[in-house]
């Protein structure tokens, strides 16, 4: 059963920094690019970050690029964004997907499968 699991969310102060792990099962993670993504209330689902299979290159969203760092490690099903000086406009739910196919890492169409998402809430 595939499973990924967001964790990490929360409430913080503008300027703060939260850390988001995305933990999965039921497939072989090596095979996947890996990428984080966010909805905010009333708004499209929008890429955040991606990873390559082994997390030798990585894809930022231009609002979040010199503030957020993604990584994975693979021998521990495991992938984490770091998100530094965040700002009000990041509040969203963040979602972890995994993608095997040739599609671009930012596309949501690209992904075949998906978490249910942490809450990320970041005040003024």
């Known amino acids: 059963q595939v499973q990924l699991v967001e964790s990490g969310g929360g409430w913080v102060q503008a300027g703060g920094s939260l850390r988001l792990s995305c933990s999965v099962s039921?497939?072989?993670?090596?095979?996947?690019?890996m990428g984080w993504f966010r909805q905010a209330p009333g708004k499209e689902r929008e890429f955040v970050a991606g990873?390559?299979?082994?997390?030798?290159?990585?894809y930022y969203g231009e609002s979040v690029r010199g503030r957020f760092i993604i990584s994975r490690v693979n021998a521990k099903n495991l992938v984490v964004l770091q998100m530094n000086n965040l700002e009000p406009e990041d509040t969203a739910v963040y979602y972890c997907?995994?993608?095997?196919?040739?599609?671009?890492?930012?596309?949501?169409?690209?992904?075949?499968?998906w978490g249910q998402g942490t809450q990320v809430t970041v005040s003024s």
């Open positions: 997907g995994a993608l095997s196919g040739d599609g671009h890492i930012e596309s949501i169409s690209s992904y075949d499968y």
């Open positions: 039921g497939f072989n993670i090596p095979n996947y690019r």
């Open positions: 990873v390559d299979w082994r997390g030798t290159y990585t």
